[in-house]
């Protein structure tokens, strides 16, 4: 089907998923009929997906588990033939803390994209890139769960580089403070970013992503399905491809907290995984280094990011430098 099609079926689609709980009974009309017995809270994200050819698009279904598909009726409900749906059963989602282990874990001065960063209460994350600010600052740009300890921290809170779990400790590794942050909800969200301002004297002289290169520009729409590269903290450079776009109500487990996002992308790596704990924050760009996502979480075979237009738009970014 063509990717308009697709589009407004993968909203129906989730909407409905999003209305309907999980059914313990043998249908949705069933559980309709007996709601009491449709308790479950279904972990699913429904977007699109390329199919063999342009054009070829499908309705994207991204699961937790097989059981968070019973009942949600694709082909009996939707009218969806088996070879216009991309299933993929993606185990938990979960944000990228920072394992101990990583190759660019090392004090950076003054500070470079790509490299070990986080809030004093977090492990790691990466440093996304630098951007200037509506206000003509330049700023840090990485996750709420990296900057802002996932909602916790409050403006003016010791950033560290490294982090912590990479020997980062105060004050002689405090390079920046919390700015602000996009605070995430329970359901709705579209960024899991964050901005730091920073400390005199560590300002970069480098603003390009290392292995990479500068960055050109930004995606302002929903982009196509290409080859896509990032720079993290434990993966550095790598390459992927985007395959799925808009997904809509995908649940991430933040370990205290499922916070549900709308409008994610999906990126799966060209021979390996695309990231790893520890790559959380990390700029996504495509072959022309124009910026494409902010990587914020992962599952055993994927990525997700955050589009950059929506991040910027929410941090009042102006451009990413």
Not at 96 to 117: D, E, F, H, K, V
Not at 226 to 252: E, F, H, Q, W
């Amino acid at each position: 089907m063509r990717l308009e099609e697709a589009l407004v079926i993968s909203e129906r689609v989730a909407y409905l998923a999003a209305e309907q709980p999980l059914s313990r009974g043998p249908s949705i009309a069933a559980a309709i009929a007996q709601p009491q017995r449709a308790t479950a809270i279904r972990r699913i994200g429904v977007g699109v997906a390329p199919g063999k050819h342009v054009d070829d698009w499908r309705v994207a279904v991204r699961a937790w588990t097989e059981s968070d598909l019973i009942d949600l009726g694709l082909e009996d409900v939707h009218g969806l033939h088996k070879s216009e749906i991309d299933i993929r059963i993606t185990g938990r989602i979960r944000v990228l803390n920072a394992t101990p282990l990583g190759q660019l874990i090392q004090p950076c001065r003054p500070l470079r994209a790509g490299y070990s960063i986080g809030h004093a209460q977090v492990s790691a994350g990466t440093l996304g890139a630098f951007v200037e600010c509506e206000d003509g600052r330049v700023r840090i740009l990485s996750n709420n769960h990296v900057l802002a300890n996932t909602n916790r921290g409050q403006t003016g809170d010791h950033l560290l580089q490294p982090g912590t779990v990479d020997g980062g400790r105060a004050p002689k590794d405090v390079v920046g403070q919390l700015n602000s942050f996009v605070r995430l909800l329970p359901a709705g969200n579209h960024a899991d970013a964050a901005l730091g301002d920073i400390l005199s004297g560590f300002g970069p002289n480098d603003t390009s992503l290392p292995g990479i290169g500068l960055v050109v520009g930004y995606i302002r729409s929903t982009p196509p399905i290409y080859n896509v590269y990032k720079v993290g903290r434990t993966t550095n450079v790598t390459s992927g491809r985007i395959t799925a776009l808009n997904l809509r109500s995908i649940p991430i487990d933040y370990d205290e907290a499922e916070y549900r996002f709308d409008g994610v992308l999906e990126v799966q790596g060209n021979g390996g995984n695309f990231a790893d704990h520890g790559d959380s924050g990390a700029l996504v760009v495509d072959k022309d280094r124009q910026a494409v996502g902010l990587l914020f979480a992962v599952d055993d075979t994927a990525a997700y990011l955050n589009p950059i237009s929506d991040v910027m738009a929410l941090l009042k970014v102006r451009r990413i430098l």
